[in-house]
């Protein structure tokens, strides 16, 4: 039976990731000045999406005048991660690439934060342009909390989203509590051939 969980799940935050800019920085994001950081925010979440596997949310930048000259607060849901600092002297044409590269660094380990219940059932609608059947059985043996906890660990462990095929098999395989749910689907990735945990589709 098709946990009711799955019906009329709430949209996530708005202000997922957060990024706030010192006024040192501001010339990245100053469309007089080119603002080379927006259409780099704007491939980086595109480059996101086709390797993870999940979209994110339009990241939401604001000033802080009180951060030290080119600095990058970086926030997760209202929270410090850490910061960016832009190298040189000035911030200049190509300082978004340190950005980016930046970003990616503290947001490793974090990723499993993005899995929220409202992300899960957006993840699974995805799956369903290649997948539908799988879905369906996954959504008919597994609740969405289930799914949510397993699709964390896996992300947790490091394993991409995108190989949609080999994981929403391994959950329509795993059996038991949650934890065993979670061991299994595991198993199964770490145990794939080589390549095929992060292969598209």
Do not use: A
């Given at each position: 039976m098709r946990d009711p969980e799955w019906?009329?799940?709430?949209?996530?935050?708005?202000?997922?990731?957060?990024?706030?800019?010192?006024?040192?920085?501001?010339?990245?994001?100053?469309?007089?000045k080119v603002a080379p950081l927006l259409p780099a925010l704007?491939?980086?979440?595109?480059?996101?999406?086709?390797?993870?596997?999940?979209?994110?949310?339009?990241?939401?930048?604001?000033?802080?005048?009180?951060?030290?000259?080119r600095t990058i607060e970086v926030r997760l849901k209202g929270v410090p991660l850490g910061n960016i600092v832009v190298e040189g002297e000035y911030v200049q044409l190509g300082s978004e690439a340190q950005v980016i590269r930046d970003l990616n660094y503290l947001l490793t380990g974090h990723l499993q934060e993005f899995i929220t219940t409202s992300r899960t059932h957006q993840i699974l609608n995805q799956s369903t342009i290649y997948h539908n059947d799988l879905v369906k059985q996954v959504r008919t043996k597994h609740s969405l909390r289930t799914v949510q906890k397993v699709l964390k660990e896996v992300v947790a462990e490091g394993h991409w989203l995108i190989a949609r095929k080999l994981w929403l098999n391994a959950l329509l395989r795993a059996e038991g509590s949650d934890d065993q749910v979670i061991s299994q689907v595991l198993t199964t990735l770490s145990s794939s051939p080589k390549g095929e945990a992060t292969r598209s589709r």
């Open positions: 019906d009329g799940v709430p949209g996530y935050p708005l202000d997922e990731l957060e990024l706030k800019l010192s006024r040192g920085v501001l010339p990245l994001v100053d469309p007089n704007r491939k980086w979440r595109r480059d996101f999406q086709n390797s993870v596997g999940f979209s994110l949310n339009p990241v939401r930048l604001r000033n802080d005048i009180h951060l030290p000259s």
